[in-house]
Structures are given as C-alpha cells and as structure tokens.
C-alpha cells in the first residue's frame, strides 16, 4: 500500500516562519560543523580537509550524533487537505535532508563537474605528453577491471552482480587532484616531473572516468544488464549500437555547441561591460547541458556539467566566472554536500566482513593506480620518443600522488546509489574507502620524499 500526498498539498499549506527557521539552522549546523570539524582534523591529524569533512558529516549522521533524529528538527510538518478533509504529517528533518539532496544533486555535482572541466587546458593536455595520458587512461581502465573482476570472482563469500560490481569499480576510477597538489605545494615538491605528470594525469583519468559512466549508463539503459532496476530508465530505450550513436552524435552537438556558440558569447561578454553576467551565464549553460545530456544525449548530466566547464573556459580566459563560482561553491555547497553524504552513512552498520571488503578495496585501489603509474613510466622509458627517464622511486611518488579519490569518486558514488545501481551498503563502503585513500596519499607521499631524500644524501 503506497500512500500518495494530493497534488498541489504541499505549496497550498504554506511554510511557516517556524519551519523556515528550522531549515536555517539546520543548514547551517551542517555547514559550520562540517567546516569545523575539517579543519581540527587537518590541524591536528594532518588529515586532508576534504576527507575531515566528510568525517565531519559522517559524526553528523546516524554512525555518532544522529542530527537528523533531534526532536528540535524532528518536529512534523503537518498539512491539510481541505479536498479530502485529511490531515497529512511528514517529519520535518527528513524534508530538510531531501532538500539539501536536490541542492547537492542540481548545483554541488554540478559545478565541482564544471570547475573540473574549467581546469582543464586543451593546450597544456597537448603538452603533458605521451606519460600523463598513458597514466590516466589505465588509471581509469585498471580500477574497474580489477576491482569489478575481484567482486565477481575472487571474493568468497559474497555475491553480487556485474552491474554492482562495474559501478563499484566506476567509484574508483577517477583521481582527486586536489589532495596531492595541496600536499606537493606544502612540501616545495611540485618541479617535480612526477608532480606535473600528475596534474596532466588526474585530469585525464577524470575525463575518461566520466566518459565511463555515460557508457555504463548508455549500456544499462538499453537493457545490457539482465533483471537491472529500472531506476534509471530514461526516456528512449535503444540497442548497443543505437546507443553509442546516440552517445556520439549527442556529444558532437555538445561539442559543436559549446564551440560555435557558448565560446564567441562568453568572450564577447568578458570583454563587454556585461561582463558582471559570465557567472549567471555559466550557471544557465551549465545547468542546460546537464539537462540535456542526462534528458536527451543519452549520456551521464555530469558529461554535460563538465564540457560546459570546458567551452566556458576557452571564451572567459579571464576566469571571471570561475573566480564568482568556486569560492562559493568551495565555502558553502562543497561541505554541504559532504555533510549531507554523512546523514546517509551509518558506519555502525557494517559487519566484520563489511570491513574485511574495506580494507580490500583499499589495497586494490591503490594497487590499481600505482600499477597505471609503473606501467606508464616503463612504457615512456621504452618510447623512442619521449626523452624522460624514471626511476622507480619517480613511478612510486607519481603513483602515490594518484591514489586520493575524492569529489569526483563521491559524485559517481551518489549517482549510482540514487539510482539503485549500488546498494546502501555498498554505498557506505565506498564512502569510507574514499575518505581512507584521501588519509592513504599524504602519508605515502611523505615516505615517499623522505626515502627519496635519503637515498639523494647517500648518493651525494
């Protein structure tokens, strides 16, 4: 029996100054407790900000304090319905927390997908060279292959189906740039070539990561994937090839799009006196290809997210939409919505062999990317062509400047499970081995510069 609330029902009873309130302070006890706790953590334990914030969100939820359950936010909204005479009651945190999801859903994912693409230099991309994008590309590919594979057959004990397995492995495709950069300015280490390899390397790995969920999407839309939910049904329901046409061709008017008429308008704008209007702008295109690639290409609204950030970027060569929005989205969206991931993880729910899974995903996700990194390096010393030589312990500090996974992996991670393509456990598990390899890459970068400095005194 489902219980339906009548049309209208909610926007007719009216919002009370009372529940307004309640909504502000809850917000903003996410907000200031997030940041907070972030950076005692980073100050004290030296853990990454974004990793204490989500430990932050997830001391917010069910697994310590349980914020959602207070009765002061717990209060019932209560409606009536003068059509029917009945009296309907929703509990009020369990709306605030569905409206801090659609935020987070429609505008977080959203613009962290459209800075990551704004970042992106085709220019520079050219000029990484044949190491950076060798690295990214199995970066990407080898998380999904081993992870997935190690699900399906090699776990015992525990069952689940390729689907779950291939998104698992999706989670975990994708590098967190942020985290090693801010630890290689820290420690004066970025003329290293294993440091610029890295920047080139993040941002490639995170493109064909993308690239990847829009395929997976596409393949499980049309039906790939036997007894799939249909939580992501999408509007046309085609075959394989169908589908990648649909996907290539959706992606050839995105391209050409952005090219011919999102970059000529945003540069006449940053060189106008309109040019107060390049965020708004950057916002509505964003927002628009979001729409569309979820809706209408066939592909991932986060595909779209990112090439809007990428078009963008070759007309506002200023950055002054990038230099509005990320503050913004850093200092108030971002902790929101890693807050919000907190109130959905309750850590006190997984078994002993939820965490034996744990610690294996967290070997295999770094394994995964150092393995790319070694690969990468051995094939750049046996390319005629390239001029740079590495050593092992240059693959080694490459590789560990690739394990963090952070915005992009929890994006993916959230999609999946609002879809129903991965379980809540699962998704709990995920969120944890996300926040360990965030703790994972300072610690193995520093033995990494401390062994790299001894072995350079010894030699001296």
């Known amino acids: 029996m489902s219980l339906s609330i009548p049309a209208e029902l909610l926007q007719n009873t009216g919002l009370s100054a009372a529940f307004i309130a309640h909504f502000g302070l809850f917000f903003v006890s996410i907000l200031v407790w997030t940041l907070v706790v972030g950076k005692i953590l980073n100050k004290f334990l030296g853990l990454p900000f974004i990793a204490g914030q989500i430990v932050g969100g997830m001391l917010l939820g069910p697994s310590c304090i349980d914020i959602a359950h207070w009765s002061f936010f717990a209060q019932p909204l209560t409606m009536f ?6 009296n309907y009651s929703i509990i009020s945190s369990d709306l605030f927390i569905f409206a801090l999801l659609l935020i987070s859903s429609t505008f977080t994912v959203s613009y962290l997908l459209w800075l990551a693409g704004h970042e992106t230099d085709l220019h520079d991309m050219a000029k990484v060279g044949f190491i950076a994008v060798t690295a990214g590309v199995l970066g990407a590919v080898l998380p999904v292959a081993m992870i997935g594979g190690l699900l399906l057959y090699a776990v015992p004990g525990y069952t689940c189906s390729m689907i779950e397995a291939i998104g698992l492995g999706l989670i975990f495709s994708a590098t967190s740039v942020s985290i090693p950069v801010a630890m290689l300015y820290a420690a004066r280490k970025m003329h290293l070539k294993s440091s610029k390899a890295t920047l080139g390397a993040a941002v490639v790995d995170d493109i064909v990561a993308v690239l990847f969920l829009s395929l997976f999407f596409l393949t499980v839309q049309s039906g790939f994937f036997a007894g799939v939910t249909q939580a992501i049904e999408s509007g046309h329901r085609l075959s394989i090839i169908q589908s990648l046409a649909y996907l290539f061709f959706s992606l050839l008017f995105l391209m050409g799009f952005g090219y011919w008429i999102v970059r000529p308008c945003v540069r006449w704008l940053s060189t106008s006196h309109y040019n107060y209007l390049l965020a708004p702008v950057a916002t509505g295109v964003m927002l628009l290809y979001f729409g569309f690639a979820e809706l209408f290409g066939g592909l991932a609204g986060i595909t779209g997210a990112y090439f809007a950030g990428l078009f963008h970027r070759m007309g506002d060569e200023q950055h002054q939409a ?42 295999l996700a770094i394994v995964s990317k150092l393995i790319a990194c070694f690969i990468s390096t051995w094939l750049s010393n046996r390319c005629a062509l390239s001029a740079e030589r590495w050593t092992l312990r240059e693959g080694y500090l490459f590789g560990s400047a690739m394990v963090a996974r952070g915005e992009v992996g929890l994006v993916i991670a959230t999609i999946l499970h609002g879809s129903r393509i991965i379980t809540a456990d699962i998704y709990v598990i995920a969120v944890v081995v996300i926040v360990l390899t965030t703790i994972a890459t300072p610690i193995m970068l520093a033995a990494g510069f401390s062994f790299f400095e001894q072995i350079e005194k010894e030699e001296a």
Do not use: H, M
């Open 322 to 363: 990038e230099k509005v929005i990320a503050p913004f989205v850093n200092a108030i969206l971002l902790p929101v919505f890693l807050g919000s991931i907190g109130l959905q993880v309750n850590i006190c729910l997984l078994r002993t062999f939820d965490w034996v899974l744990v610690c294996i995903l967290l070997f």
């Open 81 to 86: 319905d003068s059509v029917s005479g009945a």
